[in-house]
């Protein structure tokens, strides 16, 4: 998402970057692009012209025109003021102490409200309450039985009332939450134009009826330039307290949702990246403009990595560090990396790593996962335990069981070693640490070390990936975990 | 209520800011043509068309010495119309023919589907419908509400079932019917997953060479992109996307009536060449219209 926006930005960026010194005009360039870019990325177009003027005033001061490293001056004004238009700081869902609490959804006819609502439950539900979803949508066919099929997907129970008065249902709603113990209403309600005079009054009027604690608005990442009058029209009727953007695991670069905050005052609350029901992330406008400028998303893959990382996949760090390194916790590591949306999603989210991607061609050939999975799926049991028996013969047997080449066995040996010599190194590290030796500081050792640790990268050199900089400083082998937070570090240390 | 009408009322905003534009002193300055690709760009047709449009006008003004704003107007509204490709045949009208209708989540393109069954049902045409969203949860029944308004036949299996199978049993009950028009509605996908547009790839591959077997005779089978009128410039990308893993053969645009201008159909008709085959100004089955590019044009514009 923003690939494209960051994508001219660094462009813009780089040609100041050249320069000692800058001048008016130079200034006066990078803006030039900054509007061409946000224009593009449908950011509207009044919000371009204000974003523009007031971050060309700040760059234009003596202070960054003379400073030893304009440029950098530059992209972190962009940057500020960026933050500053999606909202300084993050906006949660505000429930109230009332039992029921209410949650209203509006939008336009296919923003994504019952996706939303759905999405909405099944949060809250982990969280510990007990939603309930009120499908109020009377007019599209069969939207009722949508919501009902999703509630019961996730095991939240669906109020449909009468199916024909949306007023009534919602407020029936509330009895039914009243009556069955549930302390959150979802009501999910029918898309509606802005123009939509009579439509629009029936908002007010579910609004009136059920007096919700929070209305959320459910806006497309794609919507264009008439954002601006939507949201607007919207805010005016039914007063949202926050926006939801959908749709935004496409490639949309959501310049729309920087016009809603601006247009609106209203919060982004959430952002929803995906078809599954866990995937509504909470807005966090900081980590939003940094990806929208190309400067990563580390906190996002720690956050991620730290969801996927449970109990048993650090027992089974402690037991690689006793035991070494198998074919098993290789296959693991495959698939924990894949189900963190493969290497492509894991780069895309690095600093840089989006530019790196778009040089390759923006494309990783994530199927050598597959193979490396086939190939260890055709060892047996002891081989997969103490791949160091693997001979010639029984290469050729695992090439011809996985429909590869002994070549490629070779490769997925080759990275074996290499990562369980890795293992050795981090044992006798950890054992120094253990027998009271000084802290062993990160990024000491090796700053030319290769990065094996993610497998399926096969002979592919990080630093080459990361144009030049190796994010992963001296960090080894272990867990993706200890990686990460290696190149958070150094990420920290760099600025 | 005619095309033109329809469109003017669902235009009128953005007639509104271009009639700003044209309402000058007489006097064609530099603003005047800033302002101009400005209020272009805010129609959603990108920074890029805006430009080249407004840099062509400037030419044609000052080679025709175009002064007035009704001169200007209809300069502008022959140069966009001059963007869009005619379609050489009505895909709907001009049977028998199969049409799949494709799109991101939310364009409308099950809605579409029921609109077009129902206007093509009432004009005597022998219609049979497939839902091939196995996917999204009730998107069957909606389907199944939409063929039982329209009196049409609805070919489906339970849902998260093979897509590409629907859309064989809906080609074997067509001829068994001997229908003359097929319409299948496939699941919204972003174009970004590259999964999903394999599934789909597979659905009109699995389709092209059914229809070819037919009773009758082959049956053409046609692609048509559903987009949403609202769409920003990232229409563009799924366009081309989409364009590229089915080959598409033209655009339904939907949620006309809104405020939205609809310039990306603009955008997509002039980078991919691909003609509008309907356009949606409102809820009933006969707002979806077929469309013309003057009268989008010159309702775009406001030339009287």
Redesign the interface.
């Known amino acids: 998402m923003f690939n494209s926006l960051s994508d001219r930005l660094n462009d813009t960026f780089d040609r100041l970057r050249g320069k000692g010194k800058l001048t008016e005009a130079d200034i006066t360039s990078a803006m030039r692009d900054i509007r ?1 870019a946000l ?4 950011v509207n ?1 009044k919000v371009v012209k204000d974003f523009v003027a007031k971050t060309k005033e700040r760059c234009l001061t003596a202070e960054v025109l003379e400073s030893l490293s304009p440029a950098q001056n530059v992209v972190k004004i962009v940057l500020d003021e960026l933050i500053e238009l999606l909202g300084a700081t993050e906006s949660k869902l505000v429930l109230s102490s009332r039992i029921p609490n209410v949650i209203m959804l509006v939008g ?5 409200k019952t ?1 939303a609502a759905v999405k909405l439950a099944y949060m809250l539900k982990k969280q510990g309450k007990s939603p309930l979803l009120a499908a109020c949508d009377v007019y ?4 009722a ?6 509630g019961g ?1 996730i095991g939240v129970p669906v109020f449909r009332g009468d199916g024909k008065n949306p007023v009534e249902i919602a407020r029936a709603s509330i009895r039914e939450a009243v009556d069955h113990m549930r302390d959150v209403v979802i009501v999910d309600t029918a898309g509606r ?3 939509d005079e009579q439509m629009m009054q029936e908002a007010v009027d579910i609004k009136k009826a059920v007096k919700p604690d929070q209305v959320l608005m459910v806006v ?8 601006v ?2 949201v607007s029209t919207f805010a005016e009727r039914t007063d949202f307290d926050g926006v939801i953007i959908s ?1 935004l ?5 959501g ?2 949702a920087l016009s809603v905050r601006q247009v609106t005052g209203k919060p982004i609350k959430f952002v929803s990246m995906g078809e599954k029901p866990e995937s509504l992330e909470v807005f966090n406008p900081e980590r939003m403009a940094k990806r929208i400028l190309g400067m990563g998303d580390v906190i996002g893959i720690i956050e991620k990595a730290q969801e996927m990382a449970d109990a048993e996949q650090i027992e089974a760090a402690e037991r690689m560090l006793r035991e070494g390194f198998t074919m098993n916790d290789m296959l693991e590591q495959m698939r924990a990396v894949k189900k963190m949306g493969g290497m492509k999603g894991i780069l895309g989210m690095l600093p840089g790593g989006q530019r790196a991607l778009n040089q390759m061609g923006g494309n990783l050939d994530e199927s050598v996962f597959e193979r490396n999975e086939a190939m260890i799926m055709s060892m047996t049991k002891e081989e997969r335990e103490k791949p160091s028996i693997i001979n010639g013969q029984r290469r050729a047997r695992i090439a011809r069981g996985s429909g590869t080449t002994p070549a490629d066995v070779n490769a997925l040996m080759k990275q074996w070693g290499e990562m369980n010599k890795m293992m050795g190194k981090m044992r006798s590290m950890t054992q120094q640490m253990a027998c009271g030796g000084k802290k062993g500081k990160k990024g000491k050792k090796g700053k030319k070390m290769r990065m094996p640790g993610i497998p399926g990268m096969g002979g592919m050199n990080m630093n080459q990936l990361m144009g030049g900089a190796n994010p992963f400083g001296g960090a080894s082998g272990g867990s993706e975990m200890d990686m990460l937070r290696a190149m958070e570090q150094q990420m920290r240390n760099k600025r | 209520m005619g095309f033109f009408d329809a469109l003017s009322r669902g235009l009128e905003r953005s007639r509104e800011a271009l009639n700003e534009v044209f309402y000058f002193g007489g006097e064609v300055d530099e603003d005047f043509w800033e302002t101009l690709e400005d209020t272009l760009v805010m129609g959603d047709m990108g920074a890029e068309i805006a430009m080249q449009v407004t840099d062509d006008l400037r030419d044609e003004a000052a080679r025709k010495n175009l002064r007035t704003a009704r001169q200007l107007r209809r300069a502008l509204s022959e140069r966009l119309s001059r963007v869009f490709v005619r379609p050489d045949r009505d895909i709907f009208r001009d049977t028998p023919s199969c049409v799949l209708f494709v799109g991101i989540n939310g364009a409308g393109k099950t809605t579409t589907v029921g609109k077009i069954a129902s206007d093509m049902a009432h004009r005597g045409k022998k219609v049979v419908i497939g839902s091939a969203d196995t996917f999204r949860a009730a998107a069957i029944e909606q389907l199944d509400v939409w063929g039982t308004r329209a009196g049409v036949p609805v070919v489906k299996r339970e849902r998260g079932s093979d897509p590409a199978s629907v859309c064989y049993d809906v080609l074997d009950e067509a001829d068994r019917l001997g229908s003359d028009l097929v319409l299948i509605d496939t699941a919204g996908r972003l174009h970004t997953s590259p999964e999903l547009m394999r599934e789909l790839a597979k659905v009109v591959k699995v389709t092209r060479k059914r229809a070819e077997q037919m009773k009758r005779g082959p049956m053409a089978v046609h692609v048509v992109l559903v987009i949403d009128a609202a769409t920003g410039q990232n229409g563009l990308n799924q366009a081309l996307e989409f364009n590229d893993a089915l080959g598409l053969d033209g655009i339904i645009m939907t949620k006309l009536d809104g405020t939205a201008k609809g310039g990306i159909a603009l955008a997509v008709a002039s980078r991919l060449k691909l003609p509008i085959y309907r356009v949606g100004v409102g809820e009933q089955v006969h707002d979806l219209q077929e469309f013309d590019p003057d009268d989008f044009a010159r309702a775009l514009v406001g030339e009287e």
């Open positions: 061409m224009l593009e990325a449908d177009y336009l006819q296919g923003s994504g996706t599209r066919p069969a939207a039985d949508q919501l009902a099929t999703l997907e134009l802005q123009i497309d990442a794609m919507t264009g330039q008439d954002i009058n939507v749709k695991d496409g490639d949309a670069r310049g729309g």
